[in-house]
């Protein structure tokens, strides 16, 4: 069964960062896309980052290019966002999802397993 496992979220400062982390099990996701996404309260879940986890670059929402860098260690079954520069408006739960295949879908509902997710402050 695939789990994933998301974790360091926080409260941080607005300008700080954070290093998010998604650790998946279950099965070998060498066919997989690996998304991240958020949704703050009263929005919808909104695509963030996406990577293939055969390789390959990354794909980003527009308002995450330059702050947000996603990347992945096999070795581990691990993919990473790393988030600098954090404004107020990135607070939200983050979320990482699988979905078998190579495109970098932006549609939540084309992902197949999620984890839980975790907690993003970030004070103005």
């Known amino acids: 069964q695939v789990q994933l496992v998301e974790s360091g979220g926080g409260l941080v400062q607005a300008g700080g960062s954070l290093r998010l982390s998604c650790a998946a099990s279950g099965r070998t996701f060498s066919s997989y896309t690996i998304g991240w996404f958020r949704q703050a309260p009263g929005k919808e879940r909104e695509f963030v980052a996406a990577?293939?986890?055969?390789?390959?670059?990354?794909y980003y929402a527009d308002s995450m290019k330059g702050r947000f860098t996603v990347s992945r260690d096999n070795a581990k079954n691990t993919v990473i966002l790393q988030m600098i520069s954090l404004k107020f408006e990135d607070t939200a739960v983050y979320y990482c999802?699988?979905?078998?295949?190579?495109?970098?879908?932006?549609?939540?509902?084309?992902?197949?397993?999620w984890g839980q997710g975790t907690q993003v402050t970030v004070s103005s």
């Open positions: 990577i293939r986890w055969s390789g390959g670059s990354p």
């Open positions: 999802a699988v979905r078998r295949g190579a495109a970098l879908t932006t549609t939540p509902e084309r992902y197949d397993y």
